[in-house]
């Protein structure tokens, strides 16, 4: 019988990351999720009782080798880590944000992907399969102004994953980046609020230019993501390596907020 695969999804009780766990579980995954939010984490396991769940934050060293730990006893290995942690932070001119803040989103949108994935990686290469999948986003691929610590940790997360494809490819294990447009959801709308603020400007037109750049001007589902993570972790993308997927709806002029 085929063993079905071991998913780690970081951040994974809500949002994206909740997508992303539904659809592996959908597709039979066993998986396990490490969240900070303990009210969501609950929630996640009462819709999916049979989902495992830790509460814990992947910016915390301890925590990160207590989650791989036990999950590595528990089913024996991992198969896919899906590298999904990343906030907001804040949004404000450059001279305006306070160092803590700056350092607190490259942790979790960053520091976190390296924690698990230094974990991770020795497992991978010992069954000389296996794959990891990073969530980024469009503004790691352009410049994104008024959010300049979350568009620093997005363009890292490409660079150090494209860097795991180099590292991995010869063991027979994937590396591959999902970059993300606009997810609709309450994170957006809590960016868009801010935005509006900061500029001054009505939350509708912010909305708006934030789509008004793509070929298909709309928000994207957190399942379009998930679908193109389950993709990449598949023996169907078995050669599909060091990639960047954007899942914008084909940006054309990135929306910049200088104002």
């Given amino acids: 019988m085929h063993q079905p695969l071991r998913v780690l999804v970081s951040a994974g009780a809500s949002g994206i990351g909740a997508s992303i766990v539904e659809r592996f579980r959908a597709d039979g995954a066993e998986v396990s999720i490490c969240d900070c939010d303990e009210a969501a ?4 396991t009462r819709r999916d009782p049979a989902l495992h ?16 730990g ?36 490259l942790a979790v ?26 969530i980024s986003s469009t503004a790691g691929l352009y410049g994104y102004g008024m959010r300049t610590p979350y568009a620093a940790a997005k363009w890292a997360v490409i660079g150090f994953t494209k860097s795991l494809a180099v590292e991995l490819g010869p063991f ?52 379009e993501i998930a679908d193109v993570c389950a993709f990449l972790a598949s023996p169907r993308a078995g050669m599909v ?13 990135f929306h910049i907020a200088s104002r």
């Fill in 172 to 223: 027979g294990v994937r590396a591959n980046v999902v970059a993300p447009g606009s997810v609709e959801g309450a994170r957006m709308d809590r960016v868009i609020e801010a935005e509006a603020v900061q500029r001054g400007a009505p939350p509708a037109v912010v909305r708006r230019q934030y789509v008004e750049g793509q070929s298909i001007p709309r928000f994207v589902k957190p399942s």
């Fill in 109 to 134: 949108g960053l520091e976190s992907h390296f924690l698990l994935a230094r974990l991770v990686v020795p497992h991978l290469k010992a069954q000389r399969s296996g794959a990891i999948v990073a």
């Fill in 53 to 68: 769940a830790v509460v814990g934050d992947v910016t915390d060293e301890a925590d990160t080798q207590r989650w791989v």
């Fill in 70 to 105: 036990e999950i590595v006893d528990r089913w024996g290995g991992v198969d896919v880590l899906v590298n999904n942690a990343g906030i907001a932070g804040p949004t404000a001119r450059v001279e305006e944000i306070d160092p803590p803040a700056w350092r607190e989103c």
């Fill in 41 to 44: 984490v609950h929630s996640a």
């Fill in 241 to 253: 390596n060091g990639q960047v997927i954007a899942v914008d709806g084909h940006t054309e002029t």
